[in-house]
């Protein structure tokens, strides 16, 4: 009988606990704020380095199209003049295409199937090519000056990547 006793008064203790007290929620939702305020800079700086990889990618293709198209010029398949350095005079031209001066057909070369875009360039209005900075051939590397053909390119962002090297610079 007294087994029936304990076990009714368990039974009216736990029934008259039901719900959460204010501190145990209180508790619960700083939980969740510290674990939100821990996974927002995360998540930051998973998509800036999600930028980054695409900036190195672009970088790689466009630089790519431009040494072909150097390779090219200097086995004679792209005309060029005398004076000319044999790099393209656009990044246009690695998408648009050239004559191949071999070829009896006159068929066009084509670096690039499309020029991507700077994707740390926040700017709707200009056109992919217009989102890099260009860097002639005669111009110096520590002060990149665009002029009558493209050389290298370089994104023209100001941020600082998160190994601590500036865009500009990569």
């Known amino acids: 009988m007294a087994a029936w006793v304990a076990a009714d008064g368990m039974r009216a203790?736990?029934?008259?606990?039901?719900?959460?007290?204010?501190?145990?929620?209180?508790?619960?939702?700083?939980i969740l704020a510290v674990l939100a305020s821990v996974a927002l800079p995360l998540s930051q700086i998973a998509a800036t380095r999600n930028r980054e990889e695409d900036l190195r990618r672009a970088l790689w293709q466009i630089r790519e199209g431009i040494d072909n198209y150097k390779k090219?010029?200097?086995e004679g398949r792209v005309r060029k003049n005398l004076d000319d350095s044999g790099y393209p005079p656009t990044l246009e031209a690695l998408v648009e295409g050239v004559k191949d001066s071999k070829d009896p057909a006159g068929k066009n070369i084509y670096f690039m199937r499309r020029i991507p875009r700077d994707p740390f360039?926040?700017?709707?209005?200009?056109?992919?090519?217009?989102?890099?900075g260009k860097r002639n051939y005669a111009s110096p590397p520590d002060s990149p000056e665009e002029g009558t053909d493209v050389f290298d390119v370089y994104s023209k962002s100001g941020g600082?990547?998160?190994n601590g090297v500036p865009y500009r610079e990569w």
């Open 13 to 30: 203790a736990m029934s008259q606990q039901t719900g959460f007290t204010l501190i145990e929620l209180m508790v619960t939702l700083t």
């Open 72 to 74: 090219a010029s200097d």
């Open 160 to 162: 600082t990547g998160l």
């Open 121 to 132: 360039c926040d700017c709707p209005t200009l056109s992919n090519a217009e989102t890099w």
